[in-house]
């Protein structure tokens, strides 16, 4: 059997699981803990909303259907445009978690898109990582900003696939790898993972982790596409792990015996 | 009667109310809630204490699902 793979390090502390998941989009709270638990996922994003005043009372919350004693709860600041509301969301997040660190920060530049402005999320990075935060950070798949985003101090670099909700998977494996080559952090694809299949190229690539939310939520079964998505992530950790053989024009190499033929092969060379 | 803004909408409160009877008031005791009070956060332990104040902004926060 092959040697055990190595947890996956964040902040410090230690996960099993590769693949991060979502809690949007779901049909009910319920639906949400079967998807999360057939994922195998230890690490759940969540929003900071503003409560419905008034229709509350004795409706069910998500952190009783996913408690903070069973799973890491990383609260997000999805839906933010600048870094003042992404740093307020994440205080707020740390009250409501009895002060929890782990983060992930998100500033989009564009609601059509949901494409990162990364200039307000350098900013928030930089006050959030002052004020004690593990920051995880979402953001485009520009080697140079992941670097700068490393050197702030954030605790995991997470660069888009390709933009957020699209499914689109992985659209420049290329950036990915630049990213995955040169950090020091552990780098995770968040946004754009469509199908099992995107999550195990990313792996496969090198990454030390998946985030994703939509794939999984908006399937025809969420709850089976969740436990594809764990499997498709320890798929392409362990294909990565293996080293995957070099690619080649022609396949010169046949895999059954080249002798003892009942017809001998054609000759190709005209 | 005093007058504040809660999650961005008026809403008159009697006066005097600590934020702690607030959130019964909203049945809301009991949750994993963060209350902000004219932008700075009020901690867990300061609830009870915190009184409201005409005109205040006050926001309460949840965890809902997302990415």
Same mark, same amino acid.
């Given at each position: 059997?092959?040697?055990?793979? $190595? ?32 994922s195998g996922a230890e690490i759940v994003t969540v929003a900071i909303r503003r409560t419905n005043i008034g229709q509350t009372?004795?409706? *069910?919350?998500? !952190? ?12 997000? %600041? ?10 307020? %969301? ?6 409501? !978690? ?6 992930? !920060? ?17 900013? $928030? ?82 990454c030390d982790g998946v985030l994703t939310n939509t794939a999984i939520a908006a399937a025809g079964d969420p709850v089976r ?28 190499? *046949? ?16 | ?20 009877? !607030? ?45």
């Amino acid at each position: 059997m092959a040697p055990k793979d $190595a947890p996956l390090v964040i902040a410090g502390r230690s996960y099993t699981s590769r693949l991060l998941v979502g809690t949007g989009k779901y049909r009910d709270f319920e639906q949400t803990r079967s998807a999360v638990l057939a994922s195998g996922a230890e690490i759940v994003t969540v929003a900071i909303r503003r409560t419905n005043i008034g229709q509350t009372a004795g409706e *069910p919350s998500l !952190l009783e259907a996913l408690p903070p004693e069973e799973f890491t709860i990383l609260p997000n %600041t999805a839906g933010c445009y600048n870094a003042a509301d992404a740093v307020r %969301t994440l205080r707020l997040a740390r009250e409501l !978690l009895d002060g929890h660190r782990l983060v992930k !920060l998100e500033v989009l530049g564009d609601p059509e898109t949901l494409f990162p402005n990364v200039v307000e999320t350098l900013a $928030a990075a930089r006050t959030l990582v002052a004020d004690g935060f593990d920051v995880m950070v979402y953001t485009s798949d520009d080697p140079i900003v992941a670097r700068q985003l490393e050197d702030i101090g954030c605790a995991a670099i997470m660069p888009l696939a390709s933009l957020i909700g699209s499914g689109m998977g992985i659209v420049n494996p290329w950036n990915l790898s630049i990213i995955i080559d040169r950090a020091r952090v552990p780098v995770l694809v968040d946004a754009g993972v469509g199908t099992a299949s995107d999550a195990t190229i990313a792996m496969e690539l090198g990454c030390d982790g998946v985030l994703t939310n939509t794939a999984i939520a908006a399937a025809g079964d969420p709850v089976r596409m969740a436990a594809a998505m764990g499997m498709a992530v320890r798929a392409g950790r362990e294909a990565y792990l293996s080293g995957r053989m070099p690619r080649k024009t022609y396949a010169a190499s *046949p895999s059954s015996p080249a002798g003892g033929l009942l017809t001998p092969e054609p000759d190709t060379r005209a | 009667m005093i007058t504040v803004i809660l999650n961005g909408a008026a809403r008159a409160l009697e006066e005097g109310l600590s934020l702690a009877a !607030l959130l019964e008031l909203l049945t809301l005791t009991g949750k994993r809630v963060a209350v902000e009070r004219n932008g700075e956060i009020v901690a867990r332990s300061q609830l009870a204490s915190v009184r409201v104040a005409d005109g205040d902004r006050l926001e309460i926060v949840v965890a809902v699902g997302g990415g």
